[in-house]
């Protein structure tokens, strides 16, 4: 019985230790972007910085494609090389939810404000809306393991 007990306390004592490293993750991480085919685009990490939650490129899956820029960005990112672009912005904490943040398209260069929140019922799911004005769309990316 004693053993029985000393197993049970070890086990429960290793599930305290993991589970907070779990839930704490969040949207931090690095996260497959999938395209409406079904196909990874990309690796994009989702890090803080400064108070506020980026994301930028770190891996483009298609070799020949490693070398492209964003040719149709404005400003400042014009032309610079789309691994390693920051395509996720200045969001903040809100609830559950991270808002009030730029997502950056790349192929289009075109800017949205958005909001990213990982997936209640899969956390290895981030839902990744872009706005313009009352129209958006979410894209389901999927926690790179």
């Known amino acids: 019985m004693r053993t029985k007990f000393n197993l049970f306390n070890l086990l429960l004592f ?3 230790l993991v589970s907070p490293g779990l839930l704490a993750q969040g949207v931090f991480g690095k996260w497959k972007v999938v395209n409406d085919e079904g196909r990874v685009n990309s690796i994009v990490e989702i890090y803080k910085k400064d108070g506020a939650v980026h994301g930028k490129v770190i891996r483009i899956t298609k070799e020949e494609h490693r070398d492209r820029k964003c040719t149709e960005c404005p400003g400042e990112l014009k032309n610079k090389p789309i691994e390693g672009l ?16 730029t997502l950056i398209d790349p192929k289009s ?37």
């Open 86 to 101: 920051n395509v996720i912005r200045d969001f903040v904490k809100e609830g559950d939810e991270y808002v009030d943040g």
């Open 109 to 145: 260069g075109k800017e949205y404000e958005g909001k990213i929140w990982v997936d209640e019922d899969n956390p290895d799911e981030l839902n990744v809306r872009g706005y313009i004005a009352f129209f958006y769309k979410t894209k389901v990316w999927e926690r790179l393991e």
């Open 14 to 16: 290793g599930f305290i």
